[in-house]
């Protein structure tokens, strides 16, 4: 795989990737999860986030109250902040670990092989960090999906929609996936640059010790 081509691949997948851990944070903790719009009352609207609830009035602007309990929440909630974290720490840990795996880091240049499985490893990393993002953003979507279109609860009854946090969760897991993956494609498919030069130049002196010490060869 040409040297130029590879170092884009391996640049947008660490762009990718980055950016999507960034949005997995802010999904985590953003209280757009759920929104509700009461037709009794358009000037007052609610949202619902893994931690809290807040209530937006025109009047009185935006107030929030945090859950009181772990165990009262439903089982989405719960789940998807366990997840959530695990997506967020993996995320981190691939990209340290792909970071140690670039060919332009300095450290460790003449272990190529093990920058690879570095590379490899990160792009793991960062692929089930997606799939462990989208669970929690899928699982909570299909809830609301269901509840919205459920029968027995009588159509006078406010329904819960869709937030932006969803949304932004999905697109968070996808560019984790897809950055994890171009990192791991590109060190499988292709072998690391050997040493720069100033290592080769350091393998090929010790051949040519009769320049060392400023002499010409005694046989020329």
């Known amino acids: ?21 960034v949005l997995s944070i802010i999904t985590t903790y953003l209280p ?31 107030q929030c109250k945090d859950f009181d309990s772990f165990l009262a929440l439903p089982a989405e909630l719960r789940i998807s902040r366990i997840l959530m974290f695990l997506s967020n720490a993996l995320g981190f840990l691939g990209l340290l670990v792909s970071g140690l795996g670039l060919d332009c880091l300095r450290i460790g240049e003449r272990q190529q092989d093990l920058k690879r499985r570095l590379l490899i490893l990160g ?12 669970i929690p953003v899928s699982w909570v979507a299909h809830i609301t999906v269901q509840e919205f279109w459920d029968e027995n609860i009588p159509e006078i009854v406010p329904r819960w929609e869709f937030g932006e946090a969803l949304f932004l969760g999905w697109f968070a897991g996808f560019s984790l996936m897809l950055g994890g993956c171009l990192l791991h494609c590109t060190a499988c498919l292709a ?27 005694p046989q020329v």
């Open 191 to 217: 072998s690391a640059p050997r040493a720069s030069g100033h290592y080769a130049v350091a393998e090929i002196r010790p051949q040519c010790p009769y320049m060392e010490n400023g002499t010409a060869d």
């Open 1 to 21: 795989m040409p040297l130029v081509f590879r170092t884009a691949m391996l640049s947008v997948g660490l762009s990718l990737s980055l950016l999507g851990w």
């Open 123 to 134: 792009g793991i990393l960062l692929w089930t960090s997606g799939v462990m993002a989208l």
């Open 32 to 62: 757009h999860w759920k929104n509700l719009n009461l037709d009794l009352n358009e000037m007052e609207n609610w949202t619902m986030g893994l931690w809290k609830t807040c209530v937006i009035q025109e009047e009185v602007g935006r």
